[in-house]
C-alpha cells in the first residue's frame, strides 16, 4: 500500500495519476477537501480508499492503519505563502508532519515528504541542498514552518532515513483550486483570456529591469518525475532540490503563455504592494547537482514547451491529469 497525505492536492494527485501510469491503484489518500473544488483532482484517479486527515491523525495517534505500508508520500500541508496564522501553519505543517514521520518509521515504510524552497528566504545563502540548514532564515512563516520540520527530522536522524523535498516553482495541471496560490501560467492564462494582456510586478531592485526578476518554474510532470526516483531509489536520502536548475524570467513565463495561445504578448508593468516588498524574492535557481549525484539522469521539460503542454492540452481543454498523462 502507498499512502499520499495531500492526495488531492496539486502535487499529490498529479503524483497518484503518474503511479496510475505505473499500474499502481493501491492507495490511499489522505487529504482535507474542505469547500474548495479539488475534489475535482480525484474523478480521474484510481486509489484503494479516501481518508479525512483529521481521521487520518487519529488512526495513526494509535498506531493504526494498514499494516502493509510501502511507503508515504507526505505532501499534506498548508501551501498558502501568504498565509498569516503562524499557529495553524506550525500545527499543520510542523506537529502534522512529525506524526506523519514518526508513524511511517514505525511501519518500515519509505518516507519522502514535502519541504520547500521557501526555506532558502531570500538567497542570500544560496540554493544548495548539499549544506548545512540551520543558517536558512525563511521570509514568510510558511518557509518556517517548513524549516522546522527539516531541522527537527535532521535533529532526529530521519534525513539518514528518509527524503525531503525542497520544491521550486511548480507549476501545471490539477493546481485550478489553489485560488491566489495558483501558478502565474495559470493567472496569465486567465488575464489573456479576459483582457488580452497580463499585468506583472515592477521591479523595486535597481539590479533588475521589470519583468526581469527569475525564478525556478519548473513543471508539475518533472517535478513528479523527481519524487519518484525517491521511491525507486530507497537508499537516497537527505534534502534535495526539485527545480530545473535554470532560472527564467517573469517575462519568458508571460510570453511563453502568449505564444501557447497564440496571442501577441501584451504587459503591462505595476507597482508591487508595499506589503510583500520586504519579502520578495528576486532570484531563485535549485542546484540539482546533489539530486544528479544521487542518480537523476531525466532531463526537465524546457519551460516553453511545458507551457505549451499545459495550456494546449490542458487548460484551454480544462483537462486533468489521469494516468495517461505520463504514459
Wanted: hydrophobic share 40%; proline share 3%; glycine share 10%.
Amino acid at each position: 500500500m502507498i499512502i499520499v497525505t495531500g492526495g488531492a492536492g496539486f502535487i499529490g494527485s498529479a503524483l497518484v495519476a503518474a503511479l496510475n501510469s505505473r499500474g499502481e491503484d493501491e492507495i490511499i489518500i489522505v487529504d482535507d477537501l474542505g469547500r474548495d473544488a479539488k475534489w475535482k483532482n480525484l474523478r480521474n484517479l484510481s486509489f484503494a480508499d479516501y481518508i479525512e486527515k483529521d481521521n487520518f491523525l487519529k488512526t495513526i495517534a494509535t498506531g493504526g492503519g494498514p499494516a502493509a505500508v510501502m511507503a508515504v508520500f507526505h505532501l499534506g500541508a498548508e501551501s498558502s505563502t501568504i498565509e498569516t496564522d503562524a499557529s495553524y501553519l506550525v500545527e499543520n505543517n510542523y506537529r502534522y508532519s512529525k506524526a506523519v514521520a514518526r508513524w511511517a518509521l514505525e511501519k518500515g515504510a519509505r518516507l519522502v515528504y514535502a519541504s520547500s524552497a521557501a526555506t532558502y528566504g531570500d538567497g542570500c545563502a544560496g540554493f544548495c541542498d548539499g549544506g548545512g540548514i540551520e543558517g536558512l532564515r525563511p521570509m514568510n512563516i510558511y518557509g518556517y514552518s517548513k524549516q522546522l520540520f527539516d531541522l527537527w527530522a535532521k535533529r532526529n536522524a530521519l534525513l539518514e532515513k528518509a527524503a525531503g523535498l525542497k520544491y521550486f516553482n511548480v507549476f501545471g495541471p490539477n493546481e485550478y483550486h489553489k485560488g491566489p496560490m495558483r501558478s502565474f501560467v495559470l493567472k496569465a492564462f486567465e488575464q489573456i483570456g479576459l483582457t488580452g494582456s497580463v499585468r506583472l510586478f515592477k521591479s523595486h531592485d535597481s539590479r533588475y529591469r521589470h519583468g526581469e526578476q527569475k525564478r525556478d518554474f519548473v513543471y508539475v510532470k518533472d517535478a513528479v518525475e523527481m519524487t519518484l526516483f525517491f521511491l525507486d531509489n530507497p537508499q537516497v536520502a537527505g534534502l534535495y532540490n526539485i527545480g530545473t536548475a535554470r532560472a527564467r524570467t517573469w517575462n519568458d513565463l508571460v510570453g511563453a503563455v502568449f505564444a501557447a495561445m497564440d496571442r501577441r504578448p501584451s504587459i503591462e508593468y505595476i507597482d508591487m504592494p508595499e506589503s510583500i516588498r520586504p519579502q520578495y524574492q528576486y532570484f531563485t535557481s535549485a542546484d540539482i547537482t546533489k539530486l544528479r549525484n544521487a542518480g537523476y539522469r531525466r532531463e526537465t521539460i524546457p519551460l516553453e514547451e511545458a507551457v505549451s503542454d499545459y495550456v494546449g492540452n490542458y487548460l484551454v481543454p480544462g483537462r486533468y491529469l489521469d494516468g495517461d498523462s505520463f504514459a
